[in-house]
């Protein structure tokens, strides 16, 4: 079974630059999550799909960034203006959904450096 | 909120020692556990979760983990650690939500192996 697919693995830009992330979960997972990990910290939250809905977006910097999941499958994470804080690994998860306790894969997530 | 602590920033073991990671959650409805282990530049793997029933959990790669809802704690466990075991390990409790659940991260413990 292919695993939660990232690209690009690496990124470096500067401050006020845009760059855009993006995940293909694994098939037929209906929940989808971006977390933004910092170093030395753990993952945070920043969106949660169900389908092409919003869960959860309320740690999403809605002033700079934006995801969309297009028709409930691939999603796109973008940031514009980058700042220097926003320098993390952007990690993106996916699982069946559901109470039942689905186990929810990572992909091996995109490294960002602003400068 | 749902929340975790992970105490201990560092742990270090001589290969061939148990280990025990210390994990505390706080959460108001009965809470999912997780435990996931990350390596240097990899995404995060699922060692085991809790969802219900037997209080103590079995995972990957020998791992344990006892849910103590007294305590309010989830702690990970390994009766001989292995210098393959080096890694960060994050603890997460999840909270329903929209079909799904979100898991929190806490902010992970760095297990060092030594020979």
């Known amino acids: 079974e292919a695993g939660v697919a990232q690209s690009p693995r690496y990124k470096i830009i500067e401050k006020r630059q845009s760059v855009a992330f993006w995940c293909n979960p694994i098939?037929?997972?209906?929940?989808l999550y971006w977390y933004q990990q910092i170093l030395g910290q753990g993952p945070k939250l920043l969106i949660q799909?169900?389908?092409?809905?919003?869960?959860?977006d309320s740690q999403l910097p809605k002033d700079r960034f934006s995801a969309e999941r297009l028709k409930g499958v691939d999603s796109t994470l973008k940031i514009q203006p980058a700042k220097l804080e926003d320098s993390a690994v952007y990690l993106c998860?996916?699982?069946?959904?559901?109470?039942?306790?689905?186990?929810?894969?990572f992909g091996e997530g995109s490294w960002l450096t602003v400068v | 909120a749902q929340s975790v602590t992970q105490p201990d920033i560092h742990i270090t073991v001589s290969e061939g020692a148990s280990l025990e990671l210390r994990c505390n959650y706080s959460?108001?409805?009965?809470?999912?556990l997780f435990w996931y282990v990350q390596s240097p530049g990899q995404g995060l793997q699922l060692l085991l979760k809790?969802?219900?029933?037997?209080?103590l959990v079995q995972g990957i790669k020998g791992f344990e983990a006892e849910f103590k809802r007294s305590q309010s704690s989830f702690n990970l466990r390994k009766p001989s650690v292995h210098w393959s075991d080096a890694a960060e390990y994050f603890c997460?409790?999840?909270?329903?939500?929209?079909?799904?659940?979100?898991?929190?991260f806490g902010r992970g413990t760095s297990l060092i192996v030594h020979p």
């Open positions: 098939s037929g997972h209906a929940t």
């Open positions: 959460y108001g409805a009965t809470p999912y």
């Open positions: 799909f169900q389908n092409n809905g919003v869960v959860d």
């Open positions: 997460a409790v999840g909270a329903r939500a929209g079909g799904s659940y979100i898991p929190t």
């Open positions: 998860a996916s699982s069946l959904g559901g109470y039942s306790g689905n186990t929810i894969y």
């Open positions: 809790y969802f219900s029933g037997d209080t």
